[in-house]
Nanobody
Framework: QVQLVESGGGSVQDGGSLRLSCDASTFTYCMAWFRQAPGKEREGVARINSVRAVYYAESVKGRFTISRDSAKNTVYLQMDLLKPEDTALYYC???????????????????WGQGTQVTVSS
């Protein structure tokens, strides 16, 4: 069982920045960030594998950066130029090669954190 703990959420103004962190209890091949806004489905934001290949949702390309520190089993999400539509509960997820290969199919990710709230005001 892998434990995931997110941190770094908060409230910022339109155009601001936040950095999310996710500490994993052990190494996993694939780590990703998802988000869910009220009344909307959970959507994938960014993912990274063990060789640091990354992929982003179109809505965040050029604004968000995912990275990982394998020595610490930690994944980060640097969020710049935040917009009100980025407001959501952000979840860290982890899994195997199959998880990253699936893209952002939430059911293919084995482990989930409890979520951290990001609120962007205009």
């Amino acid at each position: 069982q892998v434990q995931l703990v997110e941190s770094g959420g908060g409230s910022v103004q339109d155009g601001g920045s936040l950095r999310l962190s996710c500490d994993a209890s052990t190494f996993t091949y694939c780590m990703a960030w998802f988000r869910q806004a009220p009344g909307k489905e959970r959507e994938g934001v960014a993912r990274i594998n063990s060789v640091r290949a990354v992929y982003y949702a179109e809505s965040v390309k050029g604004r968000f950066t995912i990275s990982r520190d394998s020595a610490k089993n930690t994944v980060y999400l640097q969020m710049d130029l935040l917009k009100p539509e980025d407001t959501a509960l952000y979840y860290c997820a982890a899994g195997s090669w199959n998880s990253c290969s699936s893209g952002f199919r939430a059911q293919e990710y084995d482990y989930w954190g409890q979520g951290t709230q990001v609120t962007v005001s205009s």
